[in-house]
């Protein structure tokens, strides 16, 4: 994907708090614009309405390539989160593995 960077989610919880109480913000939301701003984006892409309230710290693109109400670019990142995700689960379930292995190992060394 070009021009795109991955980055973990914003950690100052205290900055999300202050986001939600005001800007009305979802904690979710109030995540994304805090991790956004932490990384210095002076611009956020989305179609969601509740960001209407933030449009004084951080400038709002909204538009839309004429695929109905999702752009194509959105779409791209949803299947890349997609991806994530899926990756993120096959590894949850290796460690879950690993972990389950280990603790069989060591009953069996106790008996």
Not at 6 to 27: C, G
Not at 45 to 64: H, N, W, Y
């Amino acid at each position: 994907m070009k021009n795109v960077l991955i980055v973990s989610d914003s950690r100052e919880w205290l900055t999300v708090a202050t986001f939600v109480y005001d800007y009305s913000l979802l904690p979710h939301d109030a995540r994304i614009l805090a991790t956004a701003l932490e990384y210095n984006c002076d611009k956020l892409a989305t179609l969601d309405e509740d960001f209407g309230t933030v449009k004084d710290i951080i400038k709002l693109s909204r538009r839309s390539s004429g695929r109905g109400v999702k752009s194509s670019f959105l779409l791209e990142i949803q299947r890349e989160l997609q991806s994530l995700r899926e990756e993120n689960e096959r590894f949850r379930k290796e460690m879950e593995e690993l972990a389950s292995l280990k603790c069989s190992s060591l009953k069996s060394s106790r008996d």
